[in-house]
């Protein structure tokens, strides 16, 4: 079976994120001061053959760990659903 993974990748909140004060701090120029606090991460989709949805989600949890995350500075987060 085929698996569609959506994968969100943030840095932690205890640590400054330069692009995320950029985009807060221009929000003002463009006429919107009440957007604060952004955080710029990034967003990975991908697809997966495995047996069980278990199956394919243990993959993206592996992929997380050892290659699209850093562990030390960032976060992740994902769905999986079949496609």
Same mark, same amino acid.
């Given at each position: *079976?085929?698996?569609? $993974? @959506?994968? &969100? /990748? *943030?840095p932690l909140d205890a640590l400054l994120d330069p692009q995320g004060k950029a985009v807060t701090n221009s929000m003002k120029n463009i006429g919107l001061p009440e957007i604060d606090g952004v955080r710029i991460g990034r967003h990975i989709r991908?697809? /997966? &053959?495995a047996s069980t949805q278990s @199956? $394919? @989600?243990g993959k993206v949890e592996e992929a997380c760990k050892k290659l699209l995350s850093n562990q030390i *500075? @960032?976060?992740y987060t994902y769905s999986v659903d079949q496609v």
């Amino acid at each position: *079976m085929k698996f569609k $993974a @959506e994968i &969100d /990748v *943030m840095p932690l909140d205890a640590l400054l994120d330069p692009q995320g004060k950029a985009v807060t701090n221009s929000m003002k120029n463009i006429g919107l001061p009440e957007i604060d606090g952004v955080r710029i991460g990034r967003h990975i989709r991908l697809f /997966v &053959d495995a047996s069980t949805q278990s @199956e $394919a @989600e243990g993959k993206v949890e592996e992929a997380c760990k050892k290659l699209l995350s850093n562990q030390i *500075m @960032e976060s992740y987060t994902y769905s999986v659903d079949q496609v």
